[in-house]
């Protein structure tokens, strides 16, 4: 215990009698009746400290200079509460330590704010002061959660012969790579390191180098602007592996995550995750990252509405759109006219032109749009979206994509708003069958829906000139409560499908073997078939705590506004040091 | 085993008998009398396949085609080979394979080396194809060793409450961080970030923060040129501590390392290595880090040869120098006057002007300075070096750092080329007591010897004004056979003896706050007392893997000639990057 004989939290009751030392921070002092009492706080917890004059003068008079936070060194005697004072809240609340003496290692100015889970501190101080933060136990217990997860994590994957093997922070940058953060290198003048958004690249030419099971807990970053839910620089579980197929892949990372969940949050999940194909997600729920921890589900009725009366659900169907609806259950009392338009409004958001309702009384379907439909219809529509007394219908009518947005964040948000959500619950989730590629209309030209190294169906390769959007991907998203916690695939391990994608991306033979040539030429010396996945660490630590805030599961996160401790954002740099990288600011700060 | 029976290397005898699935490359093909053997291979090791036409005519058709490092997935059963046949010096040399059906995976080109340990290929060509050296068995262990090491590391820290937490990449840059590798940010144009030559503020942050116990396999980053034992990115195994002495430090490394070595290496280091201070190592070793395998300690002359009739050695000691000896212990018939004036150049590029030397016959001393000394000074010479008949004895006469410095080199180098280092020897050593500041006399200043948050002796603190050379500060090295395998310190916590020690590394009172007020304002808020230590993980590595280049313990090293897979080194960027970065080259490259 180095010099201490236990933390303060975990002073036993079976320590009583026994002479102990204790080092840590005062939480709170309190004075009454000629007797100081002094929480001691480390990182464990909290133990109380008396101190009477009877016991030690000395102790009493350096605890009267005493504030919240000092550090101190207590010698004293474990004792047992008497009954009325026994603190049911504390683990060490049956016993206090009766201080014989006490030194004062440091002193501290009042903090900002309050140590404690509650605070009222902006998050702006709360990062500021970071070091005070931690010693919140909310905080201190989330980077703890931290560690057990990669704990975990890397306990499972080296029961399963996986290597932890690093790969380079600075790699080799391309023309293209428009969200790399770029570093220039001192001792190549006018050449740029460039900082990875992942270890792909690596990772699979280990896999050609026959290392067939490799993981990391992998720095990435990304040159983008801060958003709530984004960091620039973060982690990711990255795995890869030889010889193995989707299934063995997916059903290792079930029994991860389940031994996961198990070992460090105590919760049974399935050992099989449900599965649920792309089309399936965005069909049902409107996203390809659904929450199934409730319903709410898409319900189609292009076929019911296309030849109605009411205008707008006809022509969008007409047009090759949609129209699909979901089905508030008794939600028609809790949504006035004026809430529905502010739904209305939410969906506009997302592209909906407007967001049409109907509400669901004893004598059927009423509002504006009830009138549009004949008894056939109603009842068609009654009986497809299981409508009864009560209920709330919201529809949305357009094109398939918006349809898809638009209804799908309105079902998030009604969700929680209505209190669907079992916190409790975690529901892991795969979503399979990906497209390969998507197309930029703007751009006129096909984009990799997840990163062109992803193999495709290979029934589908066919498609790959005639019909590109039709080609679905070996690739798995892995799902948690509504969040994407990673995607995986299979990758294309034979040089001639890689050239074939690069093509179809547009690269020309020359572009794509000047940037790509030495993964295609390591493709040709013997190959094996892999695939592998990626999990995103700061969000899982994020919802295994029960948090929102992305921040909390990072010890030194950067912000917008606050300048984390100032050891953590960027700054200027000097003259002397830009002529040394052979650069010149072009315009002035 | 997800598609596989076993794995190549591991597949037992006990499987005799057994129809079994086998997934690997081709490391040899043999046509023998109608039938083909091959070796196949994964990371586990070899199997023998046999194809014979009796048994399939088809997968005998298919062995013809193939050819090394093509992969194949293999179906047949085991069976025990005649006894002629064993091969023993294979795990797997009792049994072999008999093909029912082969299938080729993915072709191989031919590779340009031999996919061996032993292997013709330079290093360059090794690491352009760093893929297929990957597969050479050496490389492979190399990186499985490393994985154990930080297994073992992460599982010792785990046991004694350590957390292991991520600290920045992009953290803060600094005017004064000349060895920084800078990043641009494209979000804050004008703006850079620092990457860290080491997490030590974080981690101090943490300790602040009452976390008391962390760790991190670090990446670290210092632009400067690539050295054989210097890689720009390299990793450290960093942990800091609070509550705990220098003492309670170095015993719970001592433990690690220990147990390190027995699960690593099974080999039985002591429990507690043996410690020397600073004076101690530079004194009987030249040397801060110094190789305790072997002897040929330093020898101090000078009391005995400052009154001498050699002027060399005499006006040394009067101008406060030293002369110094060590003893070739039976050396005297192995290097000629030709081969001791190649030592002397040896020496020379350490600063000696000289190495004088002495042979010891029956009759005493012999060499061209012996008439110089005196019976009486003879036989002290002879006395206080042990020297006996057959010896060589090699004398500097310098200043002290200059006595240290080529005396130490030239130890060093015979105790190679003499075989006098046993290498099955593990020999830690904590080198201690280590002087806080070094004086620079071309700048006519101090700086920190380690960094400048290393606590001084509370004894000395009474010198940082007077005499400043003569702190000495709380500090340990860990040394490996010679290598400095980290260092560690207690560090400062009080504001006032931080803002001393920034006064005495010339920085103003304006300055220190302008960088480091983060750090000191945090001291004021209740700093427990730290301190801690980095490691050396990729030297650590090379060092128990009983290699000497460091690149073979990183699986994508950088190297100044080859550029590794063209994925790992410095490459251009385009003009738009650099506008969106607000920057501009200087020259064209």
Known sequence: MFGRSYFCGEVPESSVGEKVTLKGWVQKRRDLGGLIFIDLRDRSG?????????LSKEALETAEKIRNEYVLDVVGTVVAREAGTVNDNLKTGKIEVQAEAVTIINEAKTPPFTISDKTDASEDVRLKYRYLDFRRPVIFETLKMRHQVTKQVRNFLDGEGFLDIETPILTKSTPEGAR???????????????????????????????????????RCFRDEDLRADRQPEFTQIDIETSFMSQEDIMGMMENMMSQLMKEVKGVEVPKAFPRMTYDEAMSRFGSDKPDTRFGLELVDLSEIVKDSGFKVFASAVAGGGQVKAINVKGAADKYSRKDIDALAEFAAVYGAKGLAWLKVDAEGLKGPIAKFFVEEDTQALVATLEAADGDLLLFVADKKSVVADALGALRQKLGKELGLIDPSLFNFLWVTDWPLLEYDEEEGRYYAAHHPFTMPFREDLEYLDSDPSKVRAQAYDLVLNGYELGGGSLRIFERPIQEKMFSVLGFSPEAAQEQFGFLMNAFEYGTPPHGGIALGLDRLVMLLAGSTNLRDTIAF???????CLLTNAPGEVSEAQLKELNLSLNVNK
């Open 557 to 563: 996160p950067k912000t917008a506004s606050a300048s």
């Open 180 to 218: 790399d953060y770029l570093v220039p290198s001192r001792v190549h003048p006018g050449e740029f390191y460039a900082l990875p958004q992942s270890p792909q690249l690596f990772k699979q030419l280990l896999m050609v180098g026959g290392v067939e099971r490799y993981y990391q807990i992998a």
């Open 46 to 54: 909290i133990v109380q400290v008396v101190f009477n004059p009877d």
